[in-house]
């Protein structure tokens, strides 16, 4: 069995949803196993078994769900991830937000934050009729390097062969035999470049408008690889596409899809790992002395980090530069799949 914990950031936590005998646990838990069960046994017919909802968190609500799998065949934690990204656009009444989604061999624990007493005291200050100047000390506010993580590689790319509406349905032959032609090249220039390369998978296709009588067909594809290792080991944006890039023009090497080179672009995401511990609110300290009366506000250390793997796309009409961009890993994957989803309407 898989566990698949999700947030819903649209949704608003109800403390009946810790009950799993109440109406709003039963109907919430109905609802998400109708739209993604079946999904999963589409997309896993041999091994996939069931799905059960088995709880619910605050925070907006961090949902968690049970797949049953053949044990012989279990897929494995990106294709498991995958699908459930691909559905994400397609529920209703409830959201998935893409970058929180975490796969677990066992269930999350949940744990309930009980808030500590406070005890007010009041002390009678003397009032002073001195006045005394008191030079302030700046304080120093120590900052936290965030560790390095495991991200998601995501590679766009647009190739020669006009779009059709059965690439919509990763079932048909259509969707299947241009699948299996992008993960062999990909496969093949990838593992050639980078030992720590493992595979590629398609996540999906759309329909890009070139123009007014002319289309193509654009893939993301997800680049998988080995992060047992150093993070800084993932190759970065740049060389990943730029490797792409050298073999399309190679005249020696024949692929079975005519890929433009101009239009490869890379986006590394980083994976958020979700920490089912309870983690206290910043708190605000103040002290207070008696002659003359000063107030000083001493905020809760903050941690400052910058994400190493940020998104970049390599222009056309270079070949080794590229523009980075900071993005906030709760929201990217959202931003990219969202992004990707809007340009094909336009």
């Known amino acids: 069995m898989r566990f698949v914990t999700f947030r819903s950031l649209q949704s608003n936590f109800e403390t009946d949803l810790l009950n799993s005998s109440s109406a709003p646990f039963k109907n919430r838990s109905l609802m998400i196993k109708k739209q993604i069960e079946p999904v999963y046994s589409k997309a896993f017919p041999s ?115 006009p779009y059709v509406s059965d690439l919509a349905d990763p079932t048909s032959s259509a969707y ?46 997800e680049l998988v690889f080995n992060q047992t290792i150093p993070n800084a080991q993932v190759p970065d944006n740049i060389t990943i596409v730029q490797a792409l890039r050298d073999a399309i023009k190679s005249s020696s090497i024949n692929f079975t899809i005519q890929i433009v080179p101009e239009t490869v672009s890379v986006t590394s995401v980083p994976v958020i790992v979700t920490d089912n511990s309870t983690t206290p609110l910043p708190t605000t300290v103040t002290s207070t002395t008696a002659a003359p009366t000063t107030s000083s506000t001493t905020a809760a250390p903050t941690t400052s980090s910058t994400t190493a793997s940020a998104t970049t796309v390599v222009p056309a009409t270079t070949g080794s530069s590229g523009v980075s961009h900071k993005i906030n890993p709760r929201t990217a994957f959202l931003l990219v799949l969202l992004l990707w989803l809007l340009s094909s309407q336009q």
């Not at 890009?208 to 193509?216: A, C, E, L, N, T």
């Open 47 to 161: 091994s996939f078994i069931s799905l059960d909802v088995v709880s619910f968190r605050k925070g907006s609500v961090i949902n968690t769900m049970e797949l049953q799998f053949v044990n012989f065949s279990v897929p494995n934690y990106t294709e498991i991830r995958n699908v459930l990204i691909s559905q994400a656009s397609n529920v209703t009444g409830f959201d998935i937000e893409r970058a929180s989604i975490n796969i677990t061999d066992t269930a999350p624990t949940t744990t309930t934050a009980t808030p500590p007493e406070t005890t007010a005291t009041t002390t009678k200050t003397p009032v002073l009729t001195t006045t005394t100047t008191v030079a302030s000390t700046p304080t120093t506010i120590p900052t936290t390097k965030a560790p390095t993580g495991p991200v998601q590689v995501l590679l766009f790319l647009q190739f020669l062969e």
């Open 176 to 221: 299947q035999d241009r699948k299996k032609r992008v993960e062999e090249t990909c496969d093949r220039i990838y593992r050639a470049q980078f030992l720590n390369f493992l595979r590629a998978i398609v996540i999906g296709f759309r329909s890009v408008i070139v123009q007014k009588r002319v289309d193509r067909t654009e893939a993301m594809v």
